[in-house]
C-alpha cells in the first residue's frame, strides 16, 4: 500500500464521482418563525400582541405549558379567555397548532372553545390541530398537584403556589416516560383492549387496586367523551410544522405561554412553572429547527407584575402598589389571584434579552401610569453594597439584594386616546426612550389600552 500522495489522488479527491438518487438540498431554509415570549413573570398581555400579529399570519402555534396559562384578548368590545386554545384562534383566515411540547386537560380544552363560542368564536374547532405528540392532562394530575401544594405547606410552611391544574405532575409523568399522549389516547379509542395496558401504565399507585380501576374509569370516560371530537383534529405535529416551513410561502406565529422568569431552567427556581418558556421551548415544543426562528418578540408591562410566591426585588407594598394592582385590573387570568405589583426591572428584562436575543420588544398597559407623580425603573442589584453584572440563580441571595432605581417624574396625563409616538406627552416618551436604551432593544409597540387598537406601533 502506498503512503505518496500523487497527482491523481488529488485529482479523485476534488472531483468526487456524482452520487446518483440522492436530491441536492435546498439552499433556502423555509420560512421563518416569528415568537412571542413573556420578558417577566407572566400576564404581560402576550394575548394582545399574537392577536394583533395574528390578523395576518397563516398558521398561529402553542408550543409548551398548558391550561395552567391565561390569556385575555379583546376584539370589538368582546373579551375572550384563553388557556390552552392559541390566541391566534381568533383569526378565522389562520389555523391555530397546539404543539407536542403542550400538555392538554382535553375537558379543559372542550370547555374553553365552548365558553369562547357563545361569546362569537365560530368555528374554532375546524381551524384547530393538535399534535399526535402532545401529552395529556387527567384529573388525577390536577388531584396530584393539590396534594403536593398542600404537603408543601405543611412541611414547609410555604408552596411553590401552582394553579392546581395539574400541569408539573404531568410534566413529571412525561419525563419519567409514565405518561399518555394524545397519539395514545386515539390507538386506545380504535382498540379498546389496550385500554387497560395503556393505563395501568401511568399508575404512580403500586399495587392500589382502587387506583387502578379509578384510572381506569377516567381513561374510559375520556375515550367516550372527547376521543371522537378530538380525533378530527389530530396531526403529526412534526410533518405538519416541517410541511409548514418548507411549503409555499407562509407567516407562522408562535405564541409562548408563561414567560422567561419562570422558565424551569432560568427562572427563579423552584417558583417557577414546568416547561421551558424561552425561545428554545419553541423549537422543542413544535418541532421547528433554530434556523427557521425569525424574529423573538417580548413582552413586557411598563411596571412589574408576578402571581404566586417567590423573590420580586422591585415589589411595593405599600400605596403604589395598591394602585398598580387597582388601576391594572390585576387579577389572574387562571386563578383569580391578585397580582403582586412593582416598579418596572430592568435587570430582569436584560437577562430575559439574555435568553431569548429578543429583537424587538412590546411595552404593554403605559397608560396605567398615568396618574403617578413620579416613576421609578430598578436598573441594578447590589449585594452587600456592591453592583452585581448577573442575576442571581439563588433565591435566598435573591431575597437580599437591594435595587438601584431611577425616578422619572410622571406625565400625569391620560394616553389611552393614543395612536400614534407623537400622541404621547413628552415625559412619557423619555420614560420608554430611556428603557429601549438600557436594555439595547428597540421598543417596537406600546400599549395604553385593553383592545386591539390601542397598540402603538413605533416601526
Known amino acids: ?13 476534488t472531483n468526487p464521482p456524482a452520487v446518483t438518487g440522492l436530491k441536492r438540498p435546498r439552499n433556502d431554509t423555509g420560512n421563518k418563525v416569528t415568537v412571542v415570549l413573556g420578558a417577566q413573570w407572566g400576564d404581560e398581555g402576550k394575548g ?37 386554545l392559541p390566541s391566534g384562534i381568533i383569526n378565522s383566515k389562520s389555523i391555530s397548532l397546539i404543539g407536542n411540547g403542550v400538555v392538554i386537560h382535553l375537558p379543559g380544552l372542550f370547555e374553553e372553545g365552548d365558553k369562547n363560542e357563545k361569546k362569537g368564536l365560530k368555528g374554532w374547532d ?14 388525577f394530575h390536577q388531584v396530584v398537584d393539590g396534594l403536593q401544594e398542600t404537603q408543601r405547606q405543611a412541611q414547609e410552611g410555604k408552596n411553590i403556589g401552582t394553579t392546581k391544574k395539574g ?17 395514545d389516547l386515539l390507538v386506545a379509542f380504535q382498540h379498546p383492549r389496550t385500554n387497560t395496558e395503556l393505563t395501568l401504565s401511568i399508575l404512580p399507585f403500586d399495587g392500589c387496586h382502587y387506583c387502578q380501576q379509578q384510572s381506569t374509569f377516567l381513561f374510559s370516560r375520556f375515550m367516550q367523551e372527547y376521543g371522537e371530537r378530538l380525533r378530527p383534529m ?37 417558583f417557577v412553572t414546568s416547561s421551558n418558556c424561552t425561545v428554545g421551548g419553541a423549537c422543542t415544543g413544535l418541532g421547528i429547527p433554530p434556523v427557521n426562528i425569525g424574529d423573538v418578540f417580548g413582552v413586557s408591562k411598563a411596571y412589574t407584575t408576578r402571581v404566586g410566591i417567590g ?4 415589589e411595593q407594598l405599600n400605596a403604589v402598589g395598591e394602585l398598580l394592582q387597582t388601576r391594572g385590573h390585576e387579577v389572574g387570568v387562571t386563578t383569580g389571584r391578585k397580582r403582586r405589583c412593582g416598579w418596572l426591572d430592568l435587570v430582569i428584562l436584560k437577562y430575559a434579552h439574555m435568553i431569548n436575543g429578543f429583537t424587538a420588544i412590546a411595552l404593554t398597559k403605559l397608560d396605567i401610569l398615568d396618574v403617578l407623580d413620579e416613576i421609578k425603573v430598578g436598573v441594578a442589584y447590589k449585594l452587600n ?18 435595587v438601584e432605581y431611577e425616578t422619572f417624574p410622571g406625565w400625569k396625563t391620560d394616553t389611552s386616546a393614543a395612536r400614534k409616538w407623537n400622541d404621547l406627552p413628552a415625559k412619557a416618551q423619555n420614560y420608554i426612550r430611556f428603557i429601549e436604551n438600557h436594555i439595547g432593544v428597540p421598543i417596537k409597540w406600546v400599549g395604553v389600552g385593553k383592545s386591539r387598537e390601542c397598540m402603538i406601533q413605533m416601526f
Not at 239 to 263: F, Q, R, S, T, W
Open 1 to 13: 500500500m502506498s503512503l505518496t500522495w500523487s497527482a491523481k489522488d488529488h485529482k479523485s479527491y
Open 48 to 84: 394582545k400582541v399574537v392577536d394583533l400579529l395574528a390578523t395576518e399570519a397563516d398558521l398561529v402555534c402553542r408550543c409548551q405549558g398548558g391550561n395552567n396559562a391565561g390569556h385575555t384578548v379583546v376584539v370589538d368590545g368582546k373579551e375572550y379567555d384563553f388557556h390552552l
Open 126 to 139: 375546524k381551524r384547530l390541530i393538535v399534535s399526535d405528540r402532545a401529552h395529556l392532562v387527567f384529573d
Open 167 to 183: 400541569i408539573g405532575p404531568t410534566y413529571s409523568s412525561k419525563a419519567s416516560r409514565t405518561g399518555l399522549r394524545v397519539c
Open 234 to 270: 389530530v396531526r403529526d405535529g412534526v410533518y405538519y410544522m416541517y410541511e409548514a416551513l418548507h411549503g409555499p410561502p407562509k407567516k407562522i406565529l408562535v405564541e409562548g405561554a408563561n414567560a422567561a422568569l419562570l422558565d424551569i431552567d432560568f427562572g427563579t427556581y423552584p
Open 311 to 314: 423573590a420580586f426585588p422591585t
Open 385 to 402: 453594597g456592591k453592583r452585581i453584572p448577573h442575576f442571581p440563580a439563588n433565591m435566598e441571595v435573591l431575597h437580599k439584594v437591594e
